[in-house]
């Protein structure tokens, strides 16, 4: 017999589950297109390949990745129109504006996801990435669009 204790183990935190990790993931591959200009199945197919975590709904990250390439010039028009005066699609931080398409083009195809949910799980991922008022804007920004877009989830 030894003396060494059984360590149990503590409390855990769990990570972001498969939904949140596609969102994350199309994020990164939305700010990747805002430089290389590749089409949405190659960025499917290069993420898939080389950068998404196991866990990863890949699924709904080609959905939301497909969705958001294909209407990159609606997506940027309602950003740009519901910006505050004074501010250009151009200012916006890249990785904040790729949060911003994919959560808008969620919002305009996922209808099975409240409006909430989404507006919630972008905010997180914008957490994920900045520490400042950025995920302040990714709120109120999304939360304009929703009830434009899906004004009797408000009603």
Same mark, same amino acid.
């Given at each position: 017999?030894?003396?060494?204790?059984?360590?149990?183990?503590?409390?855990?935190?769990?990570?972001?589950?498969?939904?949140?990790? /596609?969102?994350?993931? /199309? /994020?990164?591959?939305?700010?990747?297109?805002?430089?290389?200009?590749?089409? /949405?199945?190659?960025?499917? +197919?290069?993420?898939?390949?080389?950068?998404?975590?196991? +866990?990863?709904?890949?699924? +709904?990250?080609?959905?939301?990745?497909?969705?958001?390439?294909?209407?990159?010039?609606?997506?940027?028009?309602?950003?740009?129109?519901?910006?505050?005066?004074?501010?250009?699609?151009?200012?916006?931080?890249?990785?904040?504006?790729?949060?911003?398409?994919?959560?808008?083009?969620?919002?305009?195809?996922? @209808?099975? @996801?409240?409006?909430?949910? @989404?507006?919630?799980?972008?905010?997180?991922?914008?957490?994920?990435?900045?520490?400042?008022?950025?995920?302040?804007?990714?709120?109120?920004?999304?939360?304009?669009?929703?009830?434009?877009?899906?004004?009797?989830?408000?009603?």
């Amino acid at each position: 017999m030894t003396d060494k204790k059984i360590k149990t183990p503590g409390p855990k935190t769990p990570g972001p589950t498969p939904r949140q990790l /596609a969102r994350i993931a /199309a /994020a990164q591959a939305l700010f990747q297109q805002d430089f290389n200009k590749v089409t /949405a199945a190659r960025l499917i +197919l290069d993420f898939r390949e080389n950068y998404l975590e196991p +866990l990863t709904e890949e699924i +709904l990250f080609a959905q939301l990745v497909d969705a958001a390439v294909e209407r990159l010039p609606e997506l940027d028009a309602i950003i740009s129109a519901n910006l505050s005066e004074g501010w250009s699609i151009e200012r916006i931080d890249p990785v904040l504006r790729a949060i911003l398409r994919v959560g808008i083009a969620e919002l305009m195809v996922m @209808v099975d @996801v409240p409006a909430r949910v @989404v507006i919630t799980e972008y905010v997180d991922v914008a957490h994920a990435f900045f520490g400042g008022k950025e995920p302040g804007m990714v709120n109120g920004l999304l939360d304009k669009v929703a009830r434009t877009i899906r004004d009797a989830e408000f009603s």
